[in-house]
């Protein structure tokens, strides 16, 4: 094993939404800041695909297996490169609604109460929009929170065919309203090109090491303090160390990392006394629904359009249902591809020309409800082998978004059109994943203070999607890089 012989202020584990942005923040201290990424630099992101790249899935599946609580595995959709998954994801940077930081009946439970609240937020949601250059409208959403100042950006205007379907939902009385989208001169914005590869070309005191898994945290002799990080690059192995460590490998992987850590002083992990460390596994209820048309759009198109009507029920439904967004074109919807109800089957039967020619005559809509935590439901290490025992909740609730989002179809189609193709995300698709490590006031209840520092090691935080009590119906990415920002004020405060 090599030991490294520089000595870091900061180690960041993992460069997506959390742990990107947060090496941007903390840069312009001049502190000694080493990022591990376990991936590197990709090729190819999911805004550049070209025509039917998108359902070549293995293209953005991680290089290993993950198993089922039964023992069956799967290779999970999730990307470990530069960026995170911010490399793949839709580019949407939506803020959570006020009431989603409270305490919210769910028909199938309780959705739990965060103890920093929607106010205390807002200020980085507004850095965290300027920074990733959102483009939005404000206004035009009932459900949508207050803001200190207006989008920084205009919105990104939509494909016509999908402005058109919007036209008509607001003849049912509806209110289609602008997704948040961070846009920037090369495509979407994401924690490579706008946290990362800035902050090692403009700060001297910013390393990053690619290819370099991080594979154990090593505590000192009393187990309050981790010393050394442990990774394996190439053949190799390295320890590296530093004053504080921060993990932001993804909810899922983070957890696997304080659990395969465990040692004398923390048997069942690292900071796990309430042996809560990956427990409450959340990763929203995901379906999409396919609209076929007459008419033709050109399948490469960003998302653009969102209705949040549904989101706290309606007339025949007194609990929360959920989130609907029309999905980009379907040609480069990485997320889209794991999981297309009726391109799947077509994609194996036919020809790349007719699959293109059905994809550019299809709109897709994804339908998103929240998922409640349960301790039942978790990211469990046996060995080498990473489990995710889950089962799903929350499950009439989303049916009923399907079935009232069906209808509105129906009737703005008004063709006799009875056919909308549909299906959920499987477990593979772990996009959204949050809760490992929530954060809380009570160390019985919670792994993180609510500066995201572990109650049991002093020198640890963690500044990804684990963190969140709950996981709202709203795409996290925002959250979690506001939550960045927020963390990084405290880590400048305590590194003077």
């Given at each position: 094993m090599i030991i490294d012989d520089q000595y870091y202020d900061v180690i960041i584990i993992g460069t997506g939404a959390g742990g990107g942005t947060l090496a941007r923040?903390?840069?312009?201290?001049?502190?000694?800041?080493?990022?591990?990424?376990?991936?590197?630099?990709?090729?190819?992101?999911?805004?550049q695909l070209s025509d039917v790249?998108?359902?070549?899935?293995?293209?953005?599946?991680?290089?290993?297996?993950?198993?089922?609580?039964?023992?069956?595995?799967?290779?999970?959709?999730?990307?470990?490169?530069?960026?995170g998954n911010t490399k793949i994801y839709s580019g949407v940077l939506q803020r959570m609604r006020e009431r989603d930081f409270e305490k919210v009946q769910h028909l199938d439970g309780i959705s739990p109460e965060w103890e920093v609240k929607y106010q205390d937020f807002e200020p980085y949601y507004t850095e965290a929009e300027k920074l990733y250059q959102v483009h939005g409208q404000a206004g035009d959403?009932?459900?949508?929170?207050?803001?200190?100042?207006?989008?920084?950006?205009?919105?990104?205007?939509?494909?016509?065919?999908v402005e058109d379907i919007c036209t008509s939902i607001s003849k049912q009385g509806l209110h289609p309203a602008y997704l948040?989208?961070?846009?920037?001169?090369?495509?979407?914005?994401?924690?490579?090109?706008?946290?990362?590869?800035?902050?090692?070309?403009?700060?001297?005191?910013?390393?990053?090491?690619?290819?370099?898994?991080?594979?154990?945290?090593?505590?000192?002799?009393?187990?309050?303090?981790?010393?050394?990080?442990?990774?394996?690059?190439?053949?190799?192995?390295?320890?590296?160390?530093?004053?504080?460590?921060v993990l932001s490998c993804g909810a899922i992987n983070s957890a696997a990392l304080l659990l395969r850590s465990a040692n004398d002083k923390h048997p069942q992990g690292l900071a796990n006394s309430s042996d809560?460390?990956?427990?409450?596994?959340?990763?929203?209820?995901?379906?999409?629904?396919?609209?076929?048309?007459?008419?033709?759009?050109?399948?490469?198109?960003?998302?653009?359009?969102?209705?949040?009507?549904?989101?706290?029920g309606d007339e025949n439904f007194a609990y929360p249902?959920?989130?609907?967004?029309?999905?980009?074109g379907i040609l480069q919807d990485v997320i889209f591809s794991e999981s297309p109800p009726l391109l799947s089957v077509a994609a194996k039967l036919m020809p790349e020309f007719g699959l293109k020619q059905l994809a550019k005559r299809s709109i897709g809509?994804?339908?998103?409800?929240?998922?409640?935590?349960?301790?039942?439901?978790?990211?469990?290490?046996?060995?080498?082998?990473?489990?995710?025992?889950?089962?799903?909740?929350?499950?009439e609730a989303h049916d009923r978004l399907i079935y009232r989002w069906i209808d509105v179809l129906k009737a703005i189609d008004g063709n006799g059109q009875n056919i909308y193709p549909r299906c959920e995300a499987p477990l593979q698709v772990v996009a959204h994943q949050s809760g490992t490590c929530r954060?809380?006031?009570?160390?019985?209840?919670?792994?993180?203070?609510?500066?995201?520092?572990?109650?049991?090691?002093?020198?640890?935080?963690?500044?990804?999607s684990s963190f969140f009590p709950s996981v709202s119906a709203i795409s996290p990415a925002l959250t979690v890089i506001a939550n960045a920002l927020r963390v990084g004020e405290h880590l400048i405060e305590r590194l003077g």
């Open positions: 923040k903390l840069a312009p201290t001049g502190k000694k800041i080493l990022v591990l990424e376990q991936g590197d630099f990709l090729e190819k992101e999911s805004s790249e998108v359902f070549k899935k293995e293209d953005f599946h991680a290089p290993e297996q993950w198993y089922e609580e039964e023992g069956d595995f799967f290779y999970p959709q999730t990307s470990y490169s530069v960026g959403d009932l459900t949508e929170p207050p803001r200190s100042e207006g989008f920084p950006f205009p919105v990104v205007d939509s494909e016509p065919q948040p989208i961070g846009v920037g001169e090369q495509g979407r914005t994401d924690a490579e090109d706008t946290g990362i590869s800035p902050t090692i070309k403009n700060h001297d005191n910013v390393t990053l090491k690619t290819s370099a898994k991080v594979v154990c945290l090593h505590t000192n002799p009393s187990g309050k303090v981790v010393k050394a990080v442990e990774a394996q690059i190439g053949k190799q192995s390295y320890l590296f160390m530093a004053d504080i460590i809560l460390v990956g427990r409450n596994l959340m990763k929203q209820l995901m379906t999409v629904v396919v609209q076929l048309t007459n008419t033709v759009n050109s399948g490469f198109f960003q998302r653009t359009r969102y209705i949040n009507d549904f989101y706290w249902m959920g989130h609907i967004q029309n999905s980009g809509w994804w339908l998103q409800s929240e998922d409640l935590p349960s301790p039942k439901n978790r990211v469990r290490v046996e060995g080498a082998k990473l489990y995710l025992d889950y089962t799903v909740n929350n499950t954060f809380g006031e009570d160390t019985r209840t919670s792994v993180l203070d609510l500066n995201c520092r572990t109650y049991d090691i002093d020198n640890l935080y963690v500044v990804d």
